[in-house]
């Protein structure tokens, strides 16, 4: 589960985790807003009804849901657990908000959080984008504060200075975390003493 | 803390550790044998008297410690809390029953396991070596029967099957563990809001 506020390079930082690993699979959330032209149900949103998705929080069959802009966005526990149940690792884009609920709904997950080097540089990447106006640069930065204050509880910090040294840390987060013990326990099996 | 059965490869990996990480120490154990020829008080070891040992153990001040013939070897608590106030990782390499006593006395060590692929890996690897004699190898096989039977309390296990593997994925955990928000939440710092 990734969060950063924007302008952290999550975006490229969450590609190079795709390129690494081809068998890292992005979750597809559930979502009530319209399909967008180019947009494939099941791959990048499972487009479902207003009602179905409420349908979907009185069952709690959802591990994190918001409302953005009137739309409902969220992941099903389905998901998650099919994906645990067949070994494969998925990887959640996914705000801060939402974290804290999975975090709640799913505690096996491992939550990292992309932290710029300080906020000038955020500032700074914000505004060489050139394409927000200036109110919109503010709320952005206003919203990184708010997200970056409660990020503490994140397994895993990843300061996004140089690049490449966050592109190698993010990975070694997920070699890592292949390693722990109540991932590998199994590999002890085959060393059971059967009347050695 | 590292820990391994004899044969699994753990002076490499160590060795790929230290070459990798400019700034990790190995840690420098007490010890009451003789110094031999070639090694360094304080490099190698520091030697000490039977006495200045058992004092050590009287006074706690050991966060484990073994007999290993007829001699006595202990790591000192200062040696780890001074690394720690000076932000220094230290590698330790270390048996199965010096790790656990370790993770009772010093818990916010990383605890590594490397195993072999399988026993059938493991008994050639140790014949390869064409050192041992046969009830040797057989004494060895035992003893990594029993550490790999006490191994499913460490942090991490790593196979070392593919030592270039094991390798990139030993060098992960450190990589991973030196983001761990524990140690990295001091990064939060400069993001407190200061009157923005």
Redesign the interface.
Known sequence: MVSAPSGAGKTSLCQELIDTFPDLRQSVSFTTRQKREGEEDGVDYHFISSEAFQEKIRQQQLAEWAEVHGNLYGTSLETLNEAAAQGIDLLLDIDCQGAAQLKKNYQQGVFV?I?PP??AELEKRLRHRGTDDEDVIQRRLKNS?QE??Q?????????NDDINLAK??F???I???????HR??H??N????KG?
């Not at 990020?151 to 300061?159: I, K, P, Q």
Request: proline letters at 0%; charged letters at 30%.
């Open positions: 959080f932290l300080d906020y504060e970056i204050s990020s503490r509880w994140y397994d895993y910090l990843v300061v190698d840390n990975i070694a987060i070699k890592a975390e292949r390693c722990r013990s590998t326990a590999l002890l085959k060393f059971t003493i050695r």
